[in-house]
């Protein structure tokens, strides 16, 4: 049965993919048979998603899930689709897709110019009718007598991890060869910046200026309320954290860093990004007089347990170019580093990297160890360990030293120890997921409208680097440009994502008394 009315030309392959026009499924065919409704709905989806194709203004930080209009994944919760075994399971795992999918959309309809909006229903906002009929199909195919049916074992089947490298740009760049070469770059990366580590944390000298960024204060530095404001939060079916804006903002504060900052330019004061009037259009820019770090609640999979992790990404204006041939330097750079709890809601592992996805480094709180993998034994990149984090008492704050230009993480230490500092600023915490701007998904542009930092590619626009000549057989997009959470490949050699839902157990483990006292102290 065709459900959906002719659209634009340029869309109709797109219509075909989301809403099923060529070929509607037998499932989805008894249940529209059943109620016209369904298929206006369907239409409504389709409507609004080549609009917003038209338009250039899609959201990359989820992928769709092919057949079902009204969903979109991300790695973690594809990696759960063969382990629902109760309805509750299954509908938290559904609910979750859909509301990856609302927030996308709410972002797409903000960042739709006015011509865009004329094919979409009025009277209402554009998300308004579209949010309904996506809860309407939902229900009526998924979740409505949930446990059986064939939509839901089409789901299981659709439902896939994106893969963010582009397996036939490796073999046009004959990657079984070619990643000799990347091997050796990467290699000698290792060998010349890694050096800094090996220094003492308190006396390592500064090639130019430290600024001290340290996070909100007010929260007091007790580790058991800490634990307990984790502990007490409220556990969704499949054992996701459920923190309100307020909550997950006071349990950032709490694990923030102080971020120890070489500043030789106004490119090492980090900030919040905004749309810039450039003579060709807007360009993406920094404000530095308002040192801000956005913040997300995400979560792993490690040794059977869902851990939360708190994400913290900086934006600096740029890398400083060092010369006309400076294959690294260009507009914007950043960091994003990562904190993950364990069951009692302390550190258990931290890890960095820059918003290209790059220089990816992990750094394991003890007992947590390193353990052999087998890329440590042949040309792929394995997790990369510079050094042990700190294990903090009562009262201490983790400090990251970056280095200025490259803003590459230096060493890691203890925010009291006795450093020299030129300055000290403090930095505010803002929610990613946080409207108007959605972790910068939607920013206001100069000349009015609003548009979202990253692509419909996920890239960032206009901050690619000379080196995406030198490694685009590794099969990444555009590599050193800055890119949108959720899009994050990680190494040149072998494929690694950084929100890949088992990426700590690869490569770490904790000795099994530490393991049993963690899992101990973690019952209420």
Not at 494 to 505: A, I, Q, S, T
Request: net charge neutral.
């Amino acid at each position: 049965m065709q459900v959906c009315s002719p659209v634009r030309p340029g869309v109709l392959l797109l219509l075909g993919l989301l809403a099923g026009c060529a070929a509607s499924p037998d499932w989805r065919s008894d249940v529209v048979d059943r109620d016209p409704r369904d298929a206006r709905c369907l239409e409504r989806l389709a409507a609004f998603d080549a609009a917003v194709a038209e338009a250039g203004v899609t959201d990359a930080g989820a992928a769709r899930v092919a057949g079902f209009p009204y969903l979109r994944t991300d790695r973690l919760l594809a990696s759960l689709g063969d382990e629902l075994d109760t309805d509750a399971a299954f509908a938290d795992w559904v609910t979750r897709m859909r509301g990856l999918d609302a927030e996308a959309r709410a972002i797409e309809a903000a960042n739709l110019p006015a011509a865009g909006r004329d094919p979409l229903p009025t009277g209402a906002e554009p998300t308004e009718a579209v949010h309904a009929c996506a809860e309407r199909l939902m229900q009526r195919e998924l979740l409505a007598g949930v446990g059986s049916g064939p939509a839901r074992e089409r789901l299981r089947a659709a439902v896939e991890a994106p893969d963010h490298y582009r397996t036939w740009r490796r073999a046009l760049g004959l990657y079984p060869l070619t990643r000799l070469g990347l091997a050796i770059g990467y290699n000698r990366w290792k060998a010349g910046h890694l050096d800094t580590f090996e220094a003492s944390f308190a006396t390592m000298p500064a090639e130019a200026p430290l600024v001290r960024y340290a996070p909100p204060s007010g929260q007091p530095r007790d580790a058991d309320a800490a634990a307990r404001w984790l502990r007490e939060a409220p556990r969704s079916p499949l054992g996701f954290v459920e923190l309100e804006r307020e909550a997950l903002l006071r349990l950032a504060a709490y694990h923030a860093p102080v971020f120890l900052v070489e500043t030789r330019s106004h490119d090492d004061r980090f900030g919040a990004p905004y749309w810039f009037a450039g003579p060709e259009g807007p360009l993406p820019r920094v404000d530095t007089t308002r040192p801000v770090a956005d913040v997300r609640l995400s979560h792993t999979r490690f040794e059977g347990e869902l851990l939360p992790q708190l994400v913290y990404t900086l934006w600096f204006p740029a890398r400083s170019r060092q010369g006309a041939l400076d294959l690294l330097g260009g507009r914007l750079d950043g960091l994003v580093w990562r904190v993950t709890l364990d069951e009692r809601g302390r550190p258990l592992i931290h890890d960095s990297i820059h918003p290209c996805g790059c220089y990816h480094l992990f750094f394991p709180v003890p007992p947590l160890e390193r353990v052999e993998v087998a890329a440590d034994a042949d040309l792929r990149e394995a997790p990369l360990t510079p050094s042990e984090a700190p294990r903090l008492v009562a009262g201490q704050r983790l400090a990251v030293r970056l280095a200025a230009v490259s803003h590459y993480v230096e060493n890691l230490g203890l925010a009291d120890s006795h450093i020299g500092v030129a300055e000290t600023r403090r930095y505010a915490l803002k929610a990613a997921s946080a409207p108007p701007d959605h972790g910068r998904r939607s920013l206001a542009l100069p000349g009015g409208g609003r548009r979202s930092l990253y692509g419909p590619d996920g890239l960032v626009p206009h901050t690619e680097r000379l080196e995406r000549f030198l490694l685009w057989p590794s099969g990444i997009l555009s590599p050193g440009a800055m890119r949108q959470w959720g899009t994050h490949a990680t190494v040149f050699v072998g494929r690694r994502h950084f929100d890949d839902p088992r990426l700590f157990e690869a490569a770490f483990e904790r000795p099994a008394s530490a393991l049993a006292a963690t899992r101990q102290d973690a019952v209420p």
